[in-house]
């Protein structure tokens, strides 16, 4: 059982950034390619970043890149996702999820198919 706690969301005018923080417990992380997705509301849950098992290999979403960066710290169990250039179309709930994966180097996960998930953290962008 892995359990995942955001955090770092809020509310923020655009064009400033946000750090979101997920903290991991439970089995070992580095079993677990990391990512995040959001949720706007009346839309689906979309992907925005993944993160292999060990940091070397990242993917985003067309809409994030060149604005966000996710990355992981193994040795505290914790993912990150910052969040800069933020946009009104940004805003939503943001979640992390970990993925058991057997590849060290694997960041394809771009679909909600991850084993766990946090509860989310809001992040509003005001135009």
């Known amino acids: 059982q892995v359990r995942l706690v955001e955090s770092g969301g809020g509310f923020v005018q655009a064009g400033r950034s946000l750090r979101l923080s997920c903290a991991s417990s439970g089995r070992s992380f580095t079993d677990y390619a990391m990512g995040w997705f959001r949720q706007a509301p009346g839309k689906e849950r979309e992907f925005v970043a993944a993160i292999s098992r060990n940091g070397g290999a990242t993917r985003y979403a067309h809409s994030v890149e060149g604005r966000f960066t996710i990355s992981r710290d193994n040795a505290n169990s914790a993912a990150y996702l910052q969040m800069s250039n933020l946009e009104p179309e940004d805003t939503a709930i943001y979640y992390c999820?970990?993925?058991?994966?057997?590849?060290?180097?694997?960041?394809?996960?771009?679909?909600?198919?991850?084993?766990?998930w946090g509860q989310g953290t809001q992040v509003t962008v005001s135009s």
């Open positions: 999820s970990a993925k058991a994966s057997a590849y060290t180097d694997a960041a394809f996960y771009t679909t909600p198919s991850y084993d766990y």
